[in-house]
């Protein structure tokens, strides 16, 4: 790596790279922003865009009562109420009296009737004059922790003690504030008692609602901005303010974040899939630099480039929320997202065949990673297991919670290790053999593995490296279980989560050994599978306990710690213990990547036969440890 | 003869499709588009809808002065309820897990004021905020009729409670137009790929040297990739008809899909022609066909909204004035890009 090359390539990869801009292109993108930046605020005045505008057909006359509320709502449309009902008009009201269509629509059209009703009566209610009639009740919402098992009355935790039965009379004054009053914070710490005045504004009483598109979803009120995590902030309100722990508008604010990286990855994946066209990276692979040197310079301008749009966007998020945190959290969580984004970018570049396929390959890219990212950070609010996604930190940022730097550190390493990853194992392929012929993506990716295995021991190597994205895919397993598991019994949701991380422990530990079998790289006698496996066996243990040896050091947070740890079978097991226990996971790893060496002996179909009968072996190990510990 | 021509370079350019498997892979992200959209909001509404998921035991403890009242309210709402003779008898039941919150009415000058409270950092306190605040509309609505003397306006009575589906909205006005404008979306992608795929490598050259003109060329592309659309299209409509969705009008749903990966397509091939090199123009292929659905909202109808309304069937004059215009703009678009790559010089890539 040589920074002067480097920034030789990257500036070659600006000015002078296969058609680099040149100035038709600047042209029409020029012309194209301008139109569409003229007509997005046409857009924006004409109410942006509700999927849902005359979705429910209702016959109303206009004595009705109820005919100002569905006429100030756009998902109805107004109809004639002598209509035929089912195939006219989904709901008929005469005076109150309110008749559905027997169908699922006509009972989706009376629940979206009845929501409209309760946010215009508090439209209404909130012109009127008496304040303390139209809005009687106040609401102080708090969330205490509640502890089952412990038996010590002091358990309970201290917020709830301070605030006794008198709740802030301040507020009833003017009942139909939109934003919330700042009100008692019951807990200690400052921070988040400032954090209960950020606005409720999306929420507000004067008609917000109606651009909501599913219904539900559009009251992202207080609730969801105002709490942050560490504590347990308490709210006032009227009923219809408060709203469930759901981080909705810094949610939205997040997945900003997110799409500008989908622009920069499509030109990207373009200029390292041209490079392998009429072998046109051919000049530079015999140029004096390093694969390294390419590689790297080729994806700096791209990095930057994306990091310049974050930039911008986290200035804009700062500039909108300004109660909201420094931002540079959220752009050093952001970091690891776009190299992420980048490296995924550059070996799916390295695998396609063509352009078409390019094409799929990047929204793969998009759509996983998108999901990836996202999913967890729903959950910022109700789960530490958000903390696998960079993102979650970011919210948590735009929130102005605090971020302790460990979280910071657990969310963004394991992307940004994948990260790492994913360049070398694309590296091993920018190479004449592979650049420039056509082969099928599963050779591909053996050849990329091949590419670091040079003897047995090297397997052991491979292996190791492949730690970071056998994590990342077994949080993310984790993540995807947790939401389907909460309806299932124990053991099923636990054999759920058990047989998704040895399958992926599995695979990782075979991968390697069965691209060296495809590649020569050792013979195939029982000896040398038996050797193979077992190394492949003990680097995949050395790689988990060191992780294991951090945890018990560092102390990871509960949820990190289960899904972490759950790969190997102690978890929750104190050091003593955990130390007689050690051999055990040694024992199997080595059994299991031996059984499935032996397998792929004799090819593919024997590797799936070993395959399968190495997690068979593991998973009844692993699910009769954690059953005898939990 | 011609026709054969044609019909011979888009089979070409599906079956590449198929021999790379990327076919499956472009209907896998698509059904992991679909499933992800419909993880968020049914996974979402299920922490909200105490119906959707087997939440157990939600009974609320109320205690203070006026909890006579919140037990009337909470009849109403169908949430159960369990008196406490004090505030810290019912706190004391929460701590151990026998009710999911506590709600403590008292009366605060001419108003109640109640504090709720709901278990911290758990699944549950979606679940119990919900249901609290079930309680407590009920009890402003008890409250507000009581206190009409006082108001000038009486409040709108509310209307009977319904056995709706939460999803119901979701699927027509979200899932539905979802499933139905990515295929022409990718079909347009492709179609930059496809074109720009010959001019970069070089084999546009090779195809020109067979008796074929630039327009067949053109043709035989578009058409290929325009059709994979509607054939989507309908695949995902007898897919949600199989999973209990019905959609209405299909046939008007198949040609607005087909007018939209027609114009999709079209914009998708005049970059590629014009600009000659993947990177470009794919990078304004997405910026623009984004923009353009976006500035679709100017019309009368949203395309997105049109398929809505066509697909649950509420659809209006309007809706099929959009979808009769789109055709035809698609068309004469179409005839006129033809024109305009006949008159290109194939010399020039």
Do not use: C
């Not at chain 1, 495809?518 to 060191?546: I, P, Q």
């Not at chain 2, 899909?257 to 998708?268: D, H, I, M, P, R």
């Amino acid at each position: 790596m040589r920074p002067r090359k480097i920034l030789r390539i990257a500036r070659w990869e600006v000015t002078k790279n296969a058609g680099g801009i040149d100035r038709k292109t600047a042209a029409v993108i020029a012309v194209t922003l301008l139109v569409l930046g003229a007509a997005a605020p046409l857009v924006v005045a004409q109410g942006g865009v509700t999927l849902d505008e005359g979705f429910y057909r209702v016959g109303v006359d206009e004595e009705s009562p109820l005919y100002p509320v569905v006429e100030s709502d756009s998902t109805f449309a107004v109809r004639d109420p002598d209509a035929e009902l089912g195939s006219d008009i989904d709901l008929r009201i005469r005076g109150t009296q309110v008749i559905a269509s027997d169908s699922q629509k006509g009972q989706a059209a009376l629940a979206e009737l009845r929501s409209s009703v309760g946010s215009y009566n508090d439209r209404v209610m909130s012109a009127e004059s008496n304040q303390s009639a139209a809005f009687p009740v106040t609401v102080t919402l708090e969330y205490a922790e509640r502890n089952r098992t412990t038996g010590g009355t002091d358990t309970l935790d201290t917020n709830t003690v301070g605030d006794g039965t008198a709740p802030d009379s301040g507020t009833p004054e003017d009942g139909n504030d939109t934003g919330p009053v700042g009100d008692g914070d019951s807990n200690g710490t400052a921070t988040d008692g400032s954090d209960g005045t950020t606005p409720g504004d999306s929420d507000g009483t004067g008609g917000a609602d109606t651009g909501g598109s599913t219904g539900d979803g559009s009251t992202g009120g207080i609730g969801g901005i105002a709490r942050g995590l560490t504590g347990s902030d308490a709210m006032t309100g009227t009923p219809s303010d408060i709203s469930p722990p759901f981080p909705f508008q810094s949610l939205i604010l997040a997945f900003l974040f997110i799409i500008p990286l989908n622009f920069v990855i499509q030109a990207y994946g373009s200029t390292m899939l041209s490079e392998r066209l009429n072998r046109r990276g051919e000049l530079m692979l015999v140029a004096p630099v390093s694969r390294g040197d390419i590689i790297a310079g080729k994806t700096l301008p791209y990095f930057l480039g994306a990091l310049l749009f974050e930039g911008l966007i986290a200035g804009g998020v700062l500039f909108l929320q300004p109660d909201s945190g420094s931002g540079l959290y959220a752009l050093a969580a952001v970091v690891p997202l776009v190299l992420l984004f980048l490296s995924a970018t550059f070996l799916g570049a390295m695998f396609a065949r063509s352009f078409k396929e390019l094409t799929f390959v990047t929204v793969s890219i998009t759509v996983g990673l998108t999901a990836y990212a996202f999913v967890p950070a729903i959950f910022t609010d109700v789960t530490p297991i958000a903390l696998i996604s960079p993102l979650t930190v970011v919210v948590r940022d735009i929130q102005g919670v605090a971020i302790e730097p460990l979280s910071l550190l657990l969310s963004t390493l394991p992307p940004l290790f994948t990260a790492g990853l994913f360049f070398v194992l694309g590296a091993g392929l920018y190479r004449e053999e592979d650049l420039f012929t056509q082969r099928p993506i599963p050779l591909k990716v053996l050849d990329s593995l091949a590419g670091r295995i040079h003897r047995r021991r090297s397997v052991a190597l491979v292996v190791i490296l492949l730690m970071p994205l056998v994590i990342l895919a077994e949080l993310v397993a984790v993540a995807a279980v947790y939401p389907i598991s909460m309806g299932l019994p124990q053991p099923i949701w636990l054999g759920l989560i058990l047989l998704s991380i040895v399958v992926i422990e599995e695979l990782a530990k075979s991968l390697p050994v069965y691209a060296g079998f495809v590649h020569n790289r050792y013979d195939r006698s029982l000896r040398s599978a038996l050797a193979v496996g077992a190394l492949a066996g003990l680097g995949f243990f050395v790689a988990e306990k060191g992780l294991l040896l951090v945890q018990l050091l560092g102390g990871l947070p509960d949820v990190q710690q289960a899904a972490v740890v759950s790969a190997g079978p102690t978890a929750g097991i104190g050091p003593a213990v955990g130390l007689l226990l050690l051999l055990a996971p040694l024992a199997l790893h080595v059994v299991t990547a031996s059984t499935s060496a032996i397998g792929m002996r004799s090819g593919r179909q024997g590797y799936v036969v070993g395959l399968t009968a190495a997690i068979v072996i593991h998973f009844v190990y692993n699910f009769s440890v954690v059953m005898l510990v939990v | 003869m011609f026709d054969d021509v044609r019909i011979a370079i888009a089979r070409r350019d599906i079956a590449s499709l198929s021999r790379e498997k990327t076919i499956v892979l472009a209907l896998a992200i698509q059904v992991f588009i679909a499933a992800f959209s419909s993880f968020l909001v049914v996974g979402l509404t299920s922490l909200y809808d105490p119906g959707s998921v087997e939440s157990g035991e939600l009974t609320f403890g109320v205690a203070g002065d006026t909890r006579t009242q919140l037990e009337e309210a909470a009849q109403e709402a169908g949430v159960e309820v369990q008196q406490y003779p004090t505030r810290a008898a019912a706190r004391e039941a929460f701590r151990r897990g026998e009710v999911v919150g506590v709600l403590t009415a008292d009366a605060s000058g001419d108003r109640i004021a109640v504090t709720a409270t709901v278990p911290d950092g758990s699944v549950q306190s979606t679940l119990a905020v919900v249901k609290a605040r079930d309680v407590l509309e009920a009890l402003e609505r008890i409250e507000r009729t009581n206190r009409a003397a006082s108001l000038e306006t009486d409040p709108v009575p509310l209307p009977p409670e319904a056995d709706a589906s939460s999803y119901f909205g979701f699927t027509y006005t979200v899932l539905v137009p979802l499933l139905l404008f990515l295929p022409p979306f990718i079909s347009g992608s492709i179609t930059v790929d496809v074109l720009t795929e010959e001019i970069e490598r070089g084999t546009l050259e090779l195809l020109r040297v067979a008796p074929v003109s630039l327009t067949d060329i053109f043709d035989g592309k578009a058409l290929g990739m325009a059709l994979l659309a509607p054939i989507q299209a309908l695949l995902w409509i007898a897919l949600l008809t199989v999973n209990g969705i019905t959609i209405q009008h299909t046939l008007s749903l198949v040609v607005l899909v087909s007018a939209v990966a027609l114009l999709v397509v079209v914009l998708g091939a005049v970059l590629g022609l014009v600009l000659g090199r993947r990177r470009q123009a794919q990078l304004l292929y997405s910026i623009i066909a984004l923009g353009l659905f976006g500035a679709a909202a100017l019309l009368p109808e949203h395309p997105a909204t049109v398929a809505a309304k066509l697909a649950v069937g509420s659809q209006t004059t309007v809706t099929t004035a959009t979808v009769l215009g789109l055709s035809a703009l698609a068309v004469g678009l179409y005839a006129t890009t033809r024109r305009y790559v006949g008159s290109i010089d194939p010399e020039q890539y």
